[in-house]
């Protein structure tokens, strides 16, 4: 199969990744408005628009989505089951990810990337769920959380040192959370101290998502303790750093292909060209990198409740006879189907308008939570009664049913917990209406 990059890089130079908006004949284009990563109009005012459905994808977004999703059922479809069993990732699916382009997305041409935009990003993740949901997490991470982080606030220096590598090879994992510190992010212990030429790192992290795959690792750490958060300082370690160590890999619920570990910290020296972006700004940067990460997990959510539904829909329509009839033309199961598929589309809506408004430089903090939020409450919704619409045949490690509603719980969990997302979004609703 042709890579996506290749694929997509003559079209996305055709069309500049433009909105293409349904207009009146008599319409006269005063300025373009691209949705691109690159810097252009960032005043996120698209009054000059014609609104077009906000599940409009342009011709490379489009593109992004059917060979993504081809790709995912075609290569990773065959191995879910067993790389769920043997809870690890074929190395192969990671390759392939990179072969394919989807480990860059959003990163530059120049460095080896795809040079699309978010949205891609988005509905590439969201394909990946669809098919396995540990494989998206393993995209999303790398693409909105590392790449993301490197483009925005590291020096040229270092994103032509990285990039390049994340671009082709290195999986990247994102290393916040700590044995003490979850939702309470910025409570964390890990130590950087200054030295002649660098920075010494102490301590350790917890829930690392592709630990066991990644070369590079974004790691926070607090440079002035004294200074409580704003001491907080985000670095660059390399895999095979001496006294940087993976501790344990956990044993999960879901997503058991996707690695989780806690990761050691022991005299780790790293180059002063190691540190991403200013000391002291880690917390603004973890803060700015999640709000965009979130949309990406709603992605992950609403492709894994798609995925949940259609296996089961394909059964229930096509299978299963109960009573001498197909158990899909029953009434009850018609509307249950119907009100899941409702909801998963309510639910992409909230996604892409989030990954829109994002793109548009609007403020999309709290559209961003509210995905999150309402797309992981589906993903469990739906892959719950898809187990249920399936009887024994959903209750069984046979087909992806029981994996999917399993897969689903970290929904609510990473990049801030449910309760975390309804704090952020009770308080931006507050100051709105508090006179
Ligand atoms: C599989 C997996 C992968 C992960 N990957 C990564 C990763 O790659 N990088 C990384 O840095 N971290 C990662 N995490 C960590 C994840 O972000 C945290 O687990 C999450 O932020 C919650 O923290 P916690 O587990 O310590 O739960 P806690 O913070 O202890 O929360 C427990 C419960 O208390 C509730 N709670 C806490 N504070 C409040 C409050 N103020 N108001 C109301 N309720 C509250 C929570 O909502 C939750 O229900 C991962 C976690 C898992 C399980």
Redesign the pocket.
């Known amino acids: 199969m042709a890579s996506i990059s290749r694929a997509l890089r003559p079209l996305s130079r055709a069309t500049s990744l433009r909105l293409v908006a349904r207009r009146p004949a008599s319409f006269r284009p005063v300025q373009s408005y691209a949705f691109s990563t690159t810097p252009r109009r960032r005043d996120g005012d698209l009054s000059h628009l014609t609104p077009t459905p906000i599940s409009h994808l342009s011709e490379t977004e489009s593109l992004m989505q059917d060979t993504v999703s081809k790709f995912a059922q075609e290569q990773i479809g065959p191995k879910v089951r067993d790389m769920d069993e043997a809870e690890s990732m074929d190395h192969t699916i990671v390759e392939q990810l990179f072969e394919q382009g989807v480990m860059a997305i959003e990163v530059p041409e120049e460095f080896g990337g795809a040079g699309m935009n978010f949205t891609a990003a988005i509905v590439a993740i969201e394909e990946l769920a669809r098919v396995d949901p540990s494989v998206s997490v393993l995209a999303d ?1 790398h693409n909105t959380l590392v790449n993301t982080a490197i483009m925005k606030y590291g020096s040229s220096q270092l994103q032509k040192e990285f990039l390049p590598k994340l671009a082709t090879g290195s999986v990247g ?5 700590e044995p003490s510190s ?4 910025f409570a964390l212990q890990t130590k950087a101290e200054k030295t002649a030429d660098g920075y010494k790192l102490n301590g350790s ?1 917890m ?4 630990a066991q795959e990644a070369g590079v690792f974004i790691v926070f750490a607090n440079l002035d303790p004294s200074k409580g958060y704003r001491g907080i300082t985000s670095f660059i370690v390399e895999k095979g750093t001496p006294g940087f160590s993976i501790a344990k890999k956990e044993k ?1 619920l879901g ?1 058991r292909a ?1 690695s ?1 570990c806690v990761l050691n910290f022991d005299d780790v020296v790293i180059p002063k060209s190691n540190l991403l972006g200013e000391e002291g700004q880690g917390y603004k940067y973890a803060i700015g990198v999640l709000n965009e990460g979130r949309i990406g997990i709603a992605a992950q959510m609403t492709g894994l409740a798609l995925g949940a539904w259609e296996n089961a829909a394909k059964y229930v329509w096509n299978d299963r006879r109960q009573f001498g009839q197909l158990i899909g033309d029953f009434q009850g199961m018609q509307h249950q189907l119907a009100q899941a598929y409702t909801e998963i589309t309510a639910a992409r809506a909230l996604v892409y308008n989030a990954a829109r408004k994002k793109e548009a430089g609007q403020d999309f903090v709290q559209d961003a939570a509210m995905a999150k939020l309402y797309a992981s409450q589906v993903a469990g919704r739906v892959s719950g009664s898809a187990v249920e619409w399936m009887g024994g045949m959903g209750f069984v490690r046979e087909g992806i049913a029981e994996k999917m509603f399993r897969d689903s719980k ?1 929904g609510a ?8 997302q309804l ?1 952020t979004i009770a308080k931006l609703l507050q100051k709105q209406y508090t006179q």
């Open positions: 991470v994992s994102f290393c916040l959370s979850g939702s309470d992010a992290k829930w690392i998502t592709n999960k997503i996707s989780t970290i969990i990473y990049e801030g917990t449910s309760n975390i704090q």
